[in-house]
C-alpha cells in the first residue's frame, strides 16, 4: 500500500509560479504512473500532468506552462507551475498508480493541496 502527501500549495499573483511537491510512502511492486489532478469548485476532477513510465501528458489549458518532473528512486513527483492564471485555482491532488505486492492494480490519492491564484 501507499500514502501520498501533497506540499506546496498557497495564494500567488496572476502570473507568478508555484512548485508543488508529492512525497509517498509504503512498499509497491511497481509505480507506473505519478502525477497531478485538479478540481475546482463545481467542477470535475481534471487531468493536469502526468508522468507515465516516463511518457508526459499533460492538460490542454497547462501545456507549456507547467512541468511535471519525477524522481522513480524516491517515488515522489513534483509540478512546477509557471504564469498563473485565475482559472487554476483549484485543489490539486497528487496521485500514484501501480502494482501492490500482492499484485494488484490500484491507485492512491492525496488530499490535496489548494492553490488560489489572485487577479
Known amino acids: 500500500q501507499l500514502q501520498v502527501a501533497e506540499s506546496g500549495g498557497g495564494l500567488v499573483q496572476a502570473g507568478g509560479s508555484l512548485r508543488l511537491h508529492c512525497a509517498t510512502s509504503?512498499?509497491?511492486?511497481?509505480?507506473?504512473?505519478m502525477g497531478w489532478y485538479r478540481q475546482a469548485p463545481g467542477d470535475q476532477r481534471e487531468l493536469v500532468a502526468v508522468?507515465?513510465?516516463?511518457?508526459?501528458q499533460y492538460g490542454d489549458s497547462v501545456k507549456g506552462r507547467f512541468t511535471v518532473s519525477r524522481d522513480n528512486a524516491k517515488a515522489t513527483v513534483s509540478l512546477q507551475m509557471n504564469n498563473l492564471k485565475p482559472e487554476d485555482t483549484a485543489v490539486y491532488y497528487c496521485?500514484?498508480?501501480?502494482?501492490?505486492?500482492?499484485?494488484?492494480?490500484?491507485?492512491?490519492w492525496g488530499q490535496g493541496t489548494q492553490v488560489t491564484v489572485s487577479s
Open positions: 508522468d507515465n513510465s516516463g511518457l508526459k
Open positions: 496521485y500514484a498508480a501501480g502494482v501492490t505486492m500482492s499484485q494488484r492494480a490500484r491507485d492512491f
Open positions: 509504503g512498499i509497491m511492486f511497481k509505480i507506473n504512473s
